[in-house]
């Protein structure tokens, strides 16, 4: 468990150095993150290296008994590179071509930009790959945008050749007979920009991912080169940059670092942030920059509250963070982020966030006994594709579609429980799981589609949502009715509707209750020879959908298979969920109310540590199954918990901790 935050040197005489790693020390910090954007201190002019001040930097870190994750400062290209070399600028959608005075503007694409970032991430890696203090590297920032020169368009023909062998095969495979969009040489196709054919779309994030991947590999072979056995690398993610496939990228990494900002905690949507990363390798990451109080580029660039980010913090290593890193240690007198929160003031004196950050490290320290070697175990997992998120998201139909919105819906539902939910990719392996949740597998393919069933049929249970298997995986629609390969379980599709108003539903699962469907409803039909089951209905609206099956359930081998037809309210959705539930045996740990967060993390002996966060502003009792010691106190309770109103406890079971007075 690490504890730390992100320093720039380079911004301070070396004489302060001291006296903020002495702070940091005192704040329970264990590691810092460096380097990122120090580009024109370390390489002044091309060729020429100074990297003594960083190794300085380092050493007084390593007296300190403080770690280092060393970034490559690739993400801010020096003016003699840019001047000398401005194919290394990135040319944004408009075809303007970036200039200095920001951050970014190296063209991921770019043969020449990448040389340059090879060569410096490999002399740091000579230098430092041995260095005690340094414990990993974080490749670049947050990667995120693509060039859109020239180049970058060839290189980007080039890659469609490779993929489809002839323009004949590419006309074929995106039907582009349609408004005569067809090709007829490799040359003609443009980088898409706006609304374009959705399988060009769809083929450039494709692309886009491999640009960023080979950008990542030219980093981190150079650093692996060097680099002592156990130095990890990383990249720093925000999850709602991702236009790329995330998970993808995940693949070369040793580590995810997520970058999380939020305006206000919000549970459970904030805890979906931390499970798609850790979904990205099914393994713990670190939350490699959170705000120290206020980020300052939103519209309003609010304080967390008293007490939030240590919430905020207990989140994230409930979800599997093993660390915490604040951004950033000092304010820079100078520069675009001036504004934002620090730990420490331009006056070198801690400013009041520090005290908080301090409470957050003294609990990590303690907690990090216990939590040593433990994982989030999840029983649940929500299938979420960036593939059939793009392809939504670029033809919603309703604007009121969100794809994210969508799918965190049912997360939401199933967290609210108190359940552990992986996120991951449709082509994860789904053995260990006993419920899936698929909200969109909108391009199916035979084989994700066969595997699915096979699955159910060995006995899961599986929760299909609104749009799926329309389209195969070039964009196109499938021949047959919604869910393509996943109708053979015994449900399709009639018809689908953008609502501009909710329609009612009704059924044995909700009771007596009215629910209703909103944004997106489909009109199901169940093959009674199948044994499907209607659990819900539209209910009179005047309309197509009048009296239509809504959410159907069909027995497949040991599983089932529920297609849930239409965008539920929240109780709709969370009866159809607890159905879902209901015959698979899992059950959360603990019966927590649902502003009470609850998180498990397990070790490898299958003892657990439990997390719970409180968002409520009264005390809560969460009852014990068996009495546990909250390591942050030392404090043993027997059959239930008191949490009072933002708290946080830290649960193992009772071993001879000193008895509740
Ligand atoms: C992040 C970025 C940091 C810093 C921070 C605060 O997205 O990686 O370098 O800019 O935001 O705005």
Known sequence: MHFGTSWYPEHWPAERWPRDLELMREAGMTVVRLGDFAWSRLEPEEGRFETDWLAEALDQLAGHGLSAVLATPTAGPPVWLTDRYPDTLIVDAQGRRAGHGNRAHGSPSSPRHREHCAR?????????????????????????????????????????????????????????????????????????????????????????TTVFRDFVRCQADAIRAHARPGQWISHNVMTAQDDYDLAALAEDLDLVGLDYYVGRLDHPGSGAHHDVVRGLKRRPYWLMEAQPGSACWSQVNNALDRGEARRLAWTAVGHGADAVLFWQWRSSPGGQEQYHGTLVGPDGRPRPFYEEAAVIGRELAAAAPALAGTVPAPEVAVLQGYEDRWAVEAQRHHAGFGPTAYWTSFHRALRL????????????????????????????????????????????????GVRTGM????????????????????????????????????????????????????????????????????????????????????????????????????????????????????????????????????????EQVLVLVSHARERRSVALPEPCTDVLTGVRHEDAVEIAGGDVVVLVPAGDGPRRA
């Open 120 to 208: 410096i991430a490999g002399v740091l890696a000579r230098r430092f790959g041995r260095h005690p203090a340094v414990i990993g590297w974080q490749i670049d920032n947050e990667l995120n945008a693509l060039s859109h020169d020239e180049d970058t368009r060839r290189q980007f023909a080039g890659w469609l050749k490779a993929r489809y062998g002839t323009v004949e095969a590419l006309n074929r495979a995106w039907h582009l007979a349609f408004w005569s969009q067809e090709y007829r040489d490799w040359s003609q196709l443009p980088i898409p920009v706006g609304v374009q054919h959705p399988s060009l779309t769809l083929a450039w994030r494709r692309f886009a």
């Open 417 to 464: 429980r108190g359940l552990d939910v992986d996120v991951v990719v449709p082509s994860t392996p789904l053995d260990g799981y006993r419920v899936v949740v698929a909200p969109t597998l909108h391009l199916l393919d035979d084989g994700t589609g066969e595997r699915l069933l096979d699955w159910v049929r060995r006995g899961g249970r599986l929760l299909l």
């Open 471 to 606: 389209k195969d995986t070039e964009n196109l629609l499938l021949p047959g009715r919604q869910p393509g390969p996943l109708a053979a379980a015994g449900v399709s599709v009639v018809e689908y509707y953008a609502l501009p108003d909710p329609v009612p539903v009704a059924g044995e699962l909700l009771g007596g209750r009215a629910g209703r469907a909103r944004i997106w409803a489909e009109w199901l039909d169940p093959d009674p020879a199948a044994g499907a089951q209607v659990l819900l209905r539209y209910g009179a609206a005047g309309g197509w959908l009048d009296g239509r099956p809504a959410v159907v359930e069909v027995p497949l081998g040991a599983g089932t298979v529920t297609y849930c037809g239409a965008w539920l309210d929240e109780d709709g959705t969370d009866a159809v969920v607890g159905r879902l539930l209901a015959g698979s045996g899992i059950r959360a740990p603990l019966d927590v109310p649902e502003d009470v967060e609850l998180c498990r993390r397990v070790r490898p002996d299958g």
